[in-house]
């Protein structure tokens, strides 16, 4: 328990030490060298260690109404810019669908209709930044292991890619759209939700309407919001930089367990 805590405490500590010396955000984290490396082995000794120890479905703290933070702060991308997002947003995502694909039997679109007449699930948990950051609010959305069950997982089945819509370079090839990858470990976790609504309400476009990941033990740059499609795949060597995710092609680590 103790390594766990001081893990998270790294993590956090050394975004936070950055800003005080004049390193913002994300950012001033993948330009220390030196930060880089103790994440590095951080990264595998935690992976290794969790999931030696820990049960692979092992809750992340929940918690009750009263915890519930009076203000959530938006992490990422507050609006995506595009004019397709733009378009969806105007018709309240009526026309939006989630799209999953890759080493499945069965590719699925699903609206927004779709995902909320499935069995859902709503958990009070923490939200943990890098940047230094916490807030605890109250998710209800869809759990992501049986979508995929329903989808037929095919033979080589190992990680969920997420495609988001929102930007955060402009760049020829698209590795500056946002993405994420988790394990099927962590896809079949009970906590790992497709969530549509906070505190009660359907999400706000900051909060990464209409669709975001919960994936509560791990970091929130993992949380993808604006969630578009999802594929399965054996690999994700193949997607632009190769280590799984925006931030993590940026220096990042892969596997930002808690």
Request: hydrophobic share 40%; aromatic share 10%.
């Amino acid at each position: 328990m103790t390594f766990f805590i001081t893990r998270r405490r790294l993590l956090i500590g050394s975004a936070a030490g950055l800003s005080a010396i004049g390193l913002t955000g994300c950012d001033g984290v993948v330009q220390n060298i030196k930060v880089q490396n103790v994440l590095a082995m951080a990264e595998k000794l935690t992976m290794k260690s969790q999931r030696l120890l820990v049960p692979k479905d092992k809750l992340a703290r929940e918690f009750s109404e009263a915890d519930i933070s009076p203000t959530f702060r938006p992490n990422g991308t507050s609006q995506p810019d595009s004019e397709d997002y733009a378009r969806m947003m105007a018709t309240g995502f009526a026309d939006w669908r989630l799209k999953i694909d890759g080493l499945v039997e069965h590719p699925v679109e699903l609206s927004l209709a779709d995902l909320k007449k499935l069995p859902s699930r709503t958990q009070i948990t923490r939200h943990d930044c890098v940047e230094g950051w916490s807030a605890i609010g109250k998710w209800t959305g869809v759990p992501l292991g049986p979508i995929l069950q329903s989808a037929g997982l095919k033979p080589g089945a190992r990680y969920a890619v997420f495609y988001c819509a929102d930007q955060l370079e402009q760049t020829i090839d698209g590795s500056g759209t946002y993405y994420e990858s988790i394990d099927l470990i962590d896809a079949f976790h009970p906590q790992t939700i497709l969530a549509y609504q906070l505190n009660g309400k359907d999400l706000e476009v900051a909060h990464g309407a209409p669709l975001r990941l919960r994936v509560e033990r791990h970091l929130g740059y993992k949380h993808a919001k604006y969630l578009m499609r999802i594929e399965i795949k054996d690999s994700f060597a193949s997607l632009w930089g190769g280590k799984g995710g925006f931030w993590e092609d940026r220096g990042y680590e892969w596997y930002a367990g808690i």
